[in-house]
């Protein structure tokens, strides 16, 4: 969301410059006007940007390594329980499939039904620990997301940055080091 909002304000940008000095009569015309001699420079602003690994700024803020390892632990509890219901349904299962022959028919019928609940709240039990790790995991993460915007913004105003890049998932095969700068030295230095 953010690439193609700053795409958009470059195009808009570039449409702006272009629309004003089409908009502009001629420096030939205007001069030949006797009582008028205007000559008409536009400028275009070079843009000067920063860039960097988004993520990796993010991995070296303080307590995202913390946030890591109870994300790790939760999602780890989360793993033990399912195996055990998978153990259970498994034995159950069994169970069934050794008995199957001998059961009279509504002992069939009602461990089939058991199965069937299991499988049901297994699969209900995993969709909503994903959902709850998911929670989790943003809950844990903002503040040190916010932190980090916060930065970003500090030192984009200070710099006179036009945007700042995130070249993470190779977004961005090509930057202008001469027009952009590398930035992670500034996060890490303004990192408390």
Do not use: W
Request: charged residues 30%; proline residues 4%.
């Amino acid at each position: 969301m953010k690439k193609i909002f700053l795409i958009l304000t470059t195009v808009f940008a570039t449409t702006i410059c272009v629309a004003q000095t089409e908009s502009e009569p001629s420096p030939e015309v205007l001069s030949n006007n006797p009582e008028t001699t205007v000559t008409t420079v536009t400028t275009v602003k070079e843009q000067h940007f920063g860039y960097l690994s988004y993520s990796e700024a993010l991995k070296a803020m303080p307590g995202y390594e913390e946030a890591q390892k109870s994300i790790e632990a939760l999602k780890a509890d989360y793993d033990k329980e399912l195996e055990r219901a998978e153990q259970e349904f498994t034995k159950k299962f069994n169970e069934f499939v050794d008995g199957q022959k001998s059961f009279p028919e509504n002992i069939l019928l009602k461990r089939q039904k058991e199965l069937q609940v299991l499988m049901e709240q297994s699969i209900q039990f995993k969709n909503e620990s994903q959902r709850l790790l998911t929670k989790a995991e943003n809950e844990l993460m903002q503040p040190i997301v916010d932190k980090l915007n916060a930065i970003l913004q500090k030192i984009g105003t200070e710099r006179d940055y036009d945007y700042i890049l995130n070249t993470d998932s190779n977004a961005y095969p090509f930057v202008n080091v001469n027009r952009g700068d590398d930035i992670m030295e500034f996060v890490i230095s303004n990192i408390e």
